[in-house]
């Protein structure tokens, strides 16, 4: 049953992409108009038009995970953090809260909080994200926090050619008059 | 917002100043030379604040902003350059003078690189030097004996100590893994902080009868402390009575020979606190060294470590941090200022500002 | 009677999304691009291989980690928060822009959604008279029960007058009933950024990639924000006898 005209259960939306009930095999729908960008599952079914300006195209379903890893969580705070320095006691962070106007703090992170695979990532200057949440599972909730490392790729090429362009820019304007001037 | 210190009266023509600012982390200087000329030392903000605190300062004494001749960024830390973008846009007749180190044009991809113009997250220290640059069509690199400023009535004379040759290449080595480029596989990320600290402009600014030596953070190091020390010409002027610590304190930032070949027998000190992590300067160990090579020393911010966060908040926080303290103790400013005439410093301390001693700091 | 009450809504629940439209190539997209690219930590990319919903085909690609599920089809990627939303979700769909920087994307998404909880059913029946009077519907069906179900309200700038939008970037805000707090609300808010005529088709990855570094932070808080204002303005009408 399509579950945008069944008012008796209401659509409801996780973070991912739903199937239409019943919906097990993977289809393709064509195209039409402007697709949303919306999350797929709460944009519904085709049935939602806006116009034709802002024509929807209902999301290509696929089977549905078992979603028995996903949580529902609230954030209580964000820190976005600097590593100042790194020994074999911890990690030196200064600490800047994203939720909320708090001055900024530093602390000491044990090595123990941090993922393996995030243990090369781990040096002056790197930026991780220390989020505290409460986490909804089951019917329980639990205080939990993670600390996840920023991943960003490598400077690419032509982040390279911008870095050469606005350094050849800085020189430009930086005409300097008095250089090693000795009295 | 942050209750505004109130400053008093702005500094007469024949009198000279220096006022250091400072929240913890982060440290400032304003200087008056005598004769409504003022000078501006690296950048900071109060928590709270979006001025400079150099420049509230100047507001508040109703200083005009043509008075301001030159602003020095004594090196690319972000402790000491928070804000100096908006400085140096608030002071457009000022010459603005930087770390030699920046001529090259490595470093200037370095800072160019880190700026956030390119990544816009990344934006630190770099991205206030880098702007700061930008925006002016005129600037000057410092390296050791450039001489800054100089006037009459009264007479002075501002010269850079520092960085030396020596440091300028040392510097350019350590930032070179850094600077992206084809060949090498760097992921995205802020500026590193590159230690020791050899790009810093120690200024040494000629009263006549005695000087002030404005430390920066440069560190003991062949190429830092040492060579400056070594220097003939910096040894044969007027010695420092007035010190502006260096490296807010810590051993690294001390030669010894600072205290008897560049300043007066037991100078004025003037420090600002480092609160960073586990590593908070000056340590206690670094204040008895400080007091007795200085008759007395004054510092801009107070020791509260305590956290500004909601308890509940903290609870969490505790789980997986410890350490938990505040970047900024609380602002202060200490302004020493004396007429031409007289030789005792006038000492007067603004918010969290404190007499330096053993037992903990404690109000004048 | 009337009574007139101040409450305010319960944040429960929170999730992002960063859905993009475009031309994606779903094989490209694999476990294994991702962390030779530095994006996901080998860790989490074994754990994402040994699940049973990992695809990667020529018309899907489907993982999950703990930070996010990443779905490519031929016209649409997306990224979904699995666990607390984090600004790294942001950095992961940058990241993916950066690297394939000649992929066509027409248009992006930045999504919020939350569920909140009230107090009382009474006020959770005022929410929806409030946005969805019955007067109408109850002519219509006089012998039914009528509610709201969904509301979504598009928002853009534009001329009033004639009701035309005059951009391709607009906000789409959905309300329903929860069905993970009870009574509550499920709310979602898409900030659509829709391709501008003048970029060319090769730099729209770059413009993609901008959008989300340039509006990231600011549509997050500004969703919540958004959402609070919505129920609490509908909270704060005059609450009256429910017959």
């Known amino acids: 049953m399509n579950p945008t005209t069944n008012i008796s259960q209401p659509l409801e939306s996780t973070a991912g992409v739903q199937p239409l009930a019943g919906e097990m095999s993977l289809r393709i729908q064509p195209g039409a108009g402007t697709a949303s960008t919306s999350s797929p599952s709460a944009e519904g079914a085709a049935n939602s038009r806006a116009g034709s300006a802002f024509e929807v195209v209902p999301p290509v379903p696929v089977p549905l995970p078992t979603h028995k890893d996903v949580f529902d969580s609230k954030p209580i705070q964000i820190w976005e953090g600097v590593v100042l320095s790194v020994d074999r006691n911890g990690m030196d962070v200064r600490l800047n809260a994203k939720l909320a106007r708090l001055p900024e703090h530093t602390a000491t992170i044990a090595l123990e909080w941090i993922h393996d695979q995030d243990r090369d990532l781990a040096r002056p200057g790197a930026i991780f994200y220390l989020t505290v949440f409460r986490k909804l599972s089951r019917g329980s909730v639990q205080n939990a926090q993670e600390i996840r490392f920023r991943r960003l790729p490598n400077w690419s090429n032509s982040d390279v050619l911008k870095v050469r362009a606005a350094a050849s820019a800085l020189a430009a304007r930086m005409k300097d008059t008095d250089d090693a001037a000795r009295p | 917002m942050p209750r505004a210190l109130d400053y008093g009266r702005a500094p007469y023509a024949d009198e000279i100043e220096v006022t250091i600012f400072g929240p913890g982390y982060g440290e400032a200087l304003a200087v008056h030379l005598g004769g409504q000329r003022w000078m501006l030392v690296d950048s900071c903000t109060a928590t709270g604040a979006s001025e400079p605190a150099s420049a509230e300062y100047l507001r508040q004494l109703n200083i005009p902003a043509e008075n301001v001749k030159a602003i020095v960024a004594s090196h690319w830390h972000d402790d000491h350059v928070r804000g100096m973008s908006r400085l140096v846009r608030q002071y457009p007749n000022a010459t603005f003078f930087y770390p030699a180190v920046f001529s090259n044009k490595e470093a200037q991809a370095f800072l160019a690189a880190y700026s956030g113009e390119i990544n816009p997250q990344l934006t630190r220290g770099t991205g206030e030097l880098y702007r700061s640059l930008m925006s002016r069509e005129r600037s000057v690199a410092v390296k050791n004996r450039v001489e800054i400023l100089s006037g009459t009535s009264p007479e002075f004379r501002v010269f850079a100590f520092s960085p030396t040759d020596a440091a300028l290449s040392q510097f350019l080595a350590h930032i070179f893994e850094y600077i992206p480029r084809e060949d090498l596989s760097l992921p995205i990320g802020h500026a590193p902080p590159i230690s020791p600290n050899l790009s810093s402009v120690v200024l040494h600014v000629d009263l006549g009868a005695e000087a002030l030596l404005l430390g920066a953070d440069l560190e003991r190091h062949e190429a830092g402390w040492d060579a400056v020390i070594a220097d003939e010409w910096c040894r044969g002027k007027v010695r420092a009575g007035v010190v502006k610590i260096a490296h807010h304190g810590s051993i690294t930032g001390d030669h010894p020979d600072i205290w008897t070949q560049l300043a007066m027998q037991k100078p004025l000190g003037l420090i600002s606190p480092f609160n960073n992590g586990r590593h908070t300067l000056p340590k206690a160990a670094d204040v008895m060294r400080i007091l007795s090579n200085t008759r007395e020393a004054f510092i801009t911010s107070g020791s509260s470590r305590k956290p500004k966060i909601p308890t509940d908040q903290l609870k969490r926080l505790q789980d997986m941090c410890t350490a938990i303290a505040p970047a900024n103790a609380g602002f202060g400013a200490v302004r020493a200022r004396r007429s031409t005439t007289a030789v005792e410093w006038q000492i007067e301390l603004f918010g969290s500002a404190k007499r330096l001693s053993n037992s903990g700091s404690k109000a004048a | ?243």
């Open chain 3, 1 to 243: 009677m009337i009574r007139y009450a101040v409450v305010t809504p319960t944040l429960e629940i929170f999730g992002a999304s960063i859905v993009s439209l475009g031309a994606f190539n779903p094989p490209i997209l694999s476990l294994d691009w991702f962390c030779a690219n530095g994006l996901i930590g080998a860790g989490d990319a074994e754990t994402a291989r040994s699940r049973d919903d990992y695809i990667v085909s020529r018309q899907v690609t489907r993982f999950q980690t703990e930070l996010a599920e990443v779905q490519a089809i031929g016209n649409q990627l997306s990224i979904s928060s699995t666990g607390p939303v984090s600004p790294a979700l942001a950095d992961l769909a940058v990241g993916i822009f950066d690297l394939l920087p000649h992929t066509r994307v027409d248009a992006i998404g930045l999504n919020f959604m939350a569920h909140y909880k009230v107090t009382d059913m009474a006020l959770y029946h005022h929410v929806g008279d409030v946005l969805a009077p019955k007067r109408i519907w109850r002519e219509v069906f006089p012998d039914g029960v009528a509610g709201l179900a969904n509301l979504t309200i598009l928002v853009q700038d534009g001329d009033r007058e004639t009701n035309r939008f005059v951009s391709s970037i607009y906000k789409q805000i959905t309300l329903q009933r929860s069905s993970k707090v009870t009574p509550g609300f499920f709310l979602q808010i898409n900030n659509h950024f829709g391709a501008q005529a003048e970029d060319k088709p090769i730099e729209r990855a770059k413009v993609a990639g901008s959008v989300v570094k340039e509006n990231w932070d600011r549509c997050w808080s500004e969703s919540q924000g958004l959402f609070e204002r919505i129920l609490n303005l509908a909270l704060a009408e005059q609450v009256g006898v429910h017959k």
